[in-house]
């Protein structure tokens, strides 16, 4: 994530990713305060053992865009909601990629960020049948929560 005022966003997707025992790193790379942390990061990551890159930042949020840019791992970006423009300035920075570079790009704020999780769990389960199976699990279970009428009482 870019900075640790995104963690209250991102910190979804590192619990969803814990809830599906799935290892992950979380870091602080800010694109334009630690730039070279994004460099050694984005051109070692897969090197260094890294299969699906989540990255989440605000505002002008050229995060994913940049790391997708030196790594041909998949990278999912996940607009944090920003103070000024609700996250829409974030979803715009991350969404709009020119051919060739691509970031799956997920919500803006809390939703996306889970989403971004359960995506990379998908991907890692296409190689990983026990993986996949706790992911339909996962799924059921959210299923198997929803109510069939609303009540007063939650
Ligand atoms: C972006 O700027 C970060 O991803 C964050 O969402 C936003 C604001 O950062 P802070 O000023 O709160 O550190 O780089």
């Not at 791992?73 to 051919?99: F, N, T, W």
């Amino acid at each position: 994530m870019g900075s640790q005022s995104d963690w209250q966003t991102m910190r979804h997707a590192a619990e969803t990713l814990d809830a599906l025992g799935v290892a992950h790193d979380d870091r602080i790379i800010s694109a334009h305060r630690t730039p070279d942390r994004l460099v050694e990061f984005s051109k070692t990551a897969r090197d260094s053992g890294f299969k699906v890159v989540i990255a989440g930042a605000g505002g002008a949020a050229h995060l994913p865009g940049m790391c997708a840019a030196m790594t041909s791992l998949p990278v999912l970006g996940v607009p944090v909601e920003s103070k000024a423009l609700s996250g829409q300035d974030s979803l715009l920075s991350i969404v709009q990629m020119p051919g060739g570079i691509p970031v799956g790009t997920l919500a803006i704020g809390k939703a996306g960020a889970i989403n971004a999780a359960l995506l990379a769990v998908a991907i890692l389960a296409l190689n990983d049948a026990a993986l996949a199976d706790r992911l339909d699990a996962w799924r059921a279970a959210q299923t198997a929560r929803v109510a069939e009428s609303p009540s007063d009482d939650v």
